[in-house]
């Protein structure tokens, strides 16, 4: 399963950005995708996953802000980050985990909030 990320950028306080994940390959063994983001000198964390039923699960620290969507059929998966935070800059990688319990990662894209 290979994952191209697109979106990302600066965005001020406040403002609101939208990630997007492409995925190829042996898709139908996937079962959930997601995003996580990882800071310098931090652990990866999870920011939001959704699974092939379209449940969805949120670090509590963005509930109510990001909003995660799998558009199957296009076989994407968006991640709508509204009024966004400067704690919300760092790096943003899209995830898939298959039936198999391989884990995928895409490249990472920065998401930088700044005024």
């Known amino acids: 399963v290979q994952l191209q990320a697109s979106g990302g950028g600066l965005v001020q306080p406040g403002g609101s950005l939208s990630l997007s994940c492409a995925a190829s390959?042996?898709?139908?063994?996937?079962?959930?995708m997601g995003w996580y983001r990882q800071a310098p000198g931090k652990q990866r964390e999870l920011v939001a996953t959704?699974?092939?039923?379209?449940?969805?699960n949120y670090a509590d620290s963005v509930k109510g802000r990001f909003t995660i969507s799998r558009e199957s059929a296009k076989n994407t998966v968006s991640l709508q980050m509204n009024r966004l935070k400067s704690e919300d800059t760092t790096i943003y990688y899209c995830?898939?985990?298959?039936?198999?319990?391989?884990?995928?990662w895409g490249k990472g894209t920065l998401v930088t909030v700044s005024s």
């Open positions: 390959g042996n898709i139908a063994a996937v079962n959930i």
């Open positions: 959704i699974t092939n039923g379209g449940t969805t």
């Open positions: 995830h898939a985990r298959d039936r198999y319990l391989m884990n995928y």
